[in-house]
């Protein structure tokens, strides 16, 4: 609101003249839960993907899909006991120093106090925990761009139930599609869910002291290679929502708020000039 007082191009880009009044701040509060209401960011989404054009640079036969932790706006102090006993020591202070050493937190006895949507999560073996959201998105093979995306808690099992909701609207065709996970989704039953939809599942192989759910039936053919190539491509969407779009660490709270700033369609949208001019 400071910058649409003095910039001389915000007000061009939001349509006010130079000695116009500027909005109330409360303004885009309302305009944001209208926009959550109406779940406009999904249907924004949609509706680059249904032009003409965008429609020919997609592939509607290869998708991948992976899942990425959007680090929430809330600190590990907020995390408290949910009953409210067994508050953690401190040495009093505005921002008091707090010794969790030896406390066993989870999220089934704790909660964050700032967040109660956000959930304590590592990503892997060694890695530190932290309070997140997790964002999954869907990316078509051929030119790279996200088809579909959500945001969810963060669990073991989000990304698995995330992606077959995400590929759920693309089964069932004449023609089995084929979907490139990491081998984070080398699960028997996920493996079998796309299955019984029609979709090939070319998952990446977990084979860590395990048997994975993948075998030679899949990975013998020279598509399933081409799948684990392509699909790491995903990783650029998920690096650029992070750091252009600022969603490395989220400053919105509640999974709905931080779900909008997930901002897959405006990925597309900066990719779209490059792609649309290769094909004139």
Known sequence: MERLETDLLFRWFVGLGIDEPVWDHSTFSKNRDRLLERDIAAKFLSAVLAQPRVKRLLSTEHVSVDG?????????????PKDGSDEPPSDGGRNAQVNFRGEVRSN????SATDPDARLYRKGA???AKLCFMGHALMENRSGLLVGACLT???GHAERVAALAMIEPHADRPRPITLGPDKGYDAEDFVNELRSMRVT????QNTSGRRSAIDGRTTRHA???VSQQIRKHIEEAFGWIKTVA?????????VERVGLAFAAAAYNLVCLPRLLEATR
Do not use: C, N
Request: charged letters at 30%.
């Open 68 to 80: 990425t932790l959007i680090e929430a706006w809330a600190s590990m102090k907020s995390f408290r």
């Open 108 to 111: 089934a006895t704790h909660a």
């Open 126 to 128: 060694g890695k530190e």
């Open 153 to 155: 808690r963060a669990d």
């Open 201 to 204: 599942p070319h998952v990446a």
């Open 223 to 225: 598509g399933y290679r």
């Open 246 to 254: 600022g969603q490395e660490k989220t400053r919105f709270r509640g």
